[in-house]
C-alpha cells in the first residue's frame, strides 16, 4: 500500500510540474523566449519515464520489498529543496531550456549560491527515490544515465548563458 500511494504521489508530482512547465513555456514564449538543446530533450523525457517503469518493475520483481522510512523522509527534504529551487525561478523554471534575449539568470533563493541547484536536486532524487524502496538496480542505473544527461544539458545550458 506504502508503494501505490508514494509511486502515485511521484507521477502526480511529475505530471503536474509539466503541466507548469507548459505554463511558463506560454509566457516564456510571449516574451521572445528562445528554445535550445531540442535535440537531447526526447532522450531526457524518455529517460524520466523509464526510471518510473523501473521503479515499478523492480518493485514488482524484487517481492515488494518495504518502506525505508530513512529514505522517504531524504526525499521529503529533497523534495522542499526542490520546491525552493522552482520557486525562485518563478516562470522562468522549465523542463526545457528557454532564454528570453537581454534576461539574465536569477540570482535568488538557492541559486545565489549554487549555479546549478535545480540539477543538484535531479540527481538526488534519481538516486533516493528508488531506495525509498530497497530499489538499488533502478538507483545505480538511472544515477549514471542521469548524470550522463546532465552533463549533455548542464553544456548546453552553460553556452545558452555564456552568450
Do not use: D
Request: proline content about 4%; glycine content about 4%.
Amino acid at each position: 500500500m506504502y508503494f501505490t500511494i508514494f509511486i502515485t504521489f511521484f507521477i502526480i508530482q511529475r505530471l503536474s510540474e509539466l503541466f507548469i512547465a507548459r505554463r511558463n513555456e506560454k509566457w516564456l514564449l510571449s516574451k521572445g523566449a528562445i528554445q535550445y538543446g531540442q535535440s537531447h530533450y526526447p532522450f531526457m523525457i524518455a529517460l524520466h519515464m523509464l526510471f518510473i517503469v523501473s521503479i515499478i518493475a523492480e518493485y514488482i520483481l524484487k517481492g515488494q520489498p518495504a518502506i525505508s522510512w530513512v529514505f522517504l523522509v531524504l526525499f521529503i527534504a529533497v523534495l522542499s529543496f526542490k520546491y525552493w529551487a522552482l520557486s525562485s525561478l518563478g516562470k522562468y523554471w522549465n523542463t526545457k531550456i528557454y532564454r528570453i534575449p537581454g534576461v539574465y539568470p536569477v540570482m535568488k533563493g538557492p541559486y545565489k549560491y549554487l549555479k546549478h541547484p535545480n540539477y543538484m536536486e535531479v540527481v538526488c532524487e534519481v538516486a533516493i527515490i528508488p531506495l525509498v524502496f530497497h530499489l538499488y538496480y533502478t538507483a545505480i542505473i538511472f544515477t549514471l544515465l542521469n548524470a550522463g544527461m546532465l552533463w549533455v544539458r548542464i553544456g548546453v545550458e552553460n553556452k545558452v548563458w555564456a552568450e
